[in-house]
């Protein structure tokens, strides 16, 4: 007997494959000989959370998240030196900044975000999942924009370079935790719901009346979004179901770019 969904070599009568983790519920009959056989419609098979499904398709689950991700910073740092090398880049930075514009890119920002997860954690299409992923990995190069935009024009290029070793280095370490630990950090959900709108709350304040806190507020910002790598490595290990790696892999690199954004912004303010 064979899976149907990744054909290898199985038992007859198992309700889940122990190499792709899939579902069967016994509504199979297929030979390795290439007999025929039948199976229920893959649309109706139940989710399979990570945590409990076999050794092979978690791997796989993870080996699949990891790879999407890194491809997503690969597409931003290709997006983002098209942006960069544009003969308009500073126009559109200007216009960006200026006065209260950047609230409504900040607003238009979290509206293109919340369409891009939900389309990401779409059960019904691939396609729609990828989009999502696209979607939000092009918003983050235009957001990230003006900041990138400083960095290379006043500051000098090095200094980007050296924030992203920084993001990588932190990255990794908290990465380590997670694996090695298997802790569960689910219980940072709270946290981090709470301090999401006070850290948005701040920054509309600080547009608004024009005050910045610096160096200290990027500190506490590094802290929040290592918390957000530990709580969204965490749900890789723990919560997502084994056809989420897009999902997975845009939460893991939203928190990886928060992170990368108040390193740089540290660089920044150090250098000056």
């Not at 007997?1 to 038992?11: A, F, K, S, V």
């Not at 569960?184 to 999401?196: A, H, K, P, Q």
Request: charged share 10%; proline share 3%.
């Amino acid at each position: 007997m064979y899976c149907p969904y990744c054909r290898n070599d199985i038992e007859k009568g198992i309700t889940n494959c122990p190499h792709c983790g899939n579902y069967l519920g016994g509504q199979f009959n297929f030979s390795v000989g290439g007999g025929t056989g039948n199976i229920g419609a893959r649309a109706a098979v139940p989710p399979i959370i990570v945590e409990q499904a076999p050794g092979i398709a978690r791997a796989e689950f993870i080996r699949k998240t990891y790879t999407h991700m890194a491809l997503a910073v690969l597409a931003f740092i290709i997006l983002e030196s098209i942006l960069l090398g544009w003969s308009g880049a500073k126009s559109l930075v200007i216009t960006m900044v200026r006065g209260y514009n950047w609230l409504i890119v900040l607003g238009v920002f979290m509206g293109v975000s919340w369409v891009a997860d939900k389309w990401a954690r779409s059960s019904t299409s691939k396609e729609t999942q990828y989009a999502g992923l696209g979607l939000y990995i092009l918003a983050e190069a235009f957001i990230f924009l003006p900041l990138l935009y400083v960095a290379k024009n006043f500051v000098g290029e090095s200094v980007i370079g050296s924030a992203g070793f920084v993001t990588l280095g932190l990255f990794a370490g908290l990465t380590f935790v997670v694996f090695s630990s298997k802790k569960d950090f689910s219980f940072m959900r709270n946290i981090l719901c709470v301090g999401c709108p006070v850290a948005f709350g701040i920054i509309v304040a600080s547009i608004i009346f024009g005050f910045t806190f610096g160096v200290l507020f990027a500190g506490i910002m590094v802290a929040f979004a290592a918390g957000a790598i530990l709580y969204n490595t965490s749900n890789i290990l723990h919560h997502y179901r084994t056809d989420q790696y897009v999902a997975a892999a845009l939460s893991l690199f939203a928190s990886v770019m928060l992170l990368f954004w108040y390193v740089l912004q540290i660089f920044i303010s150090l250098d000056d």
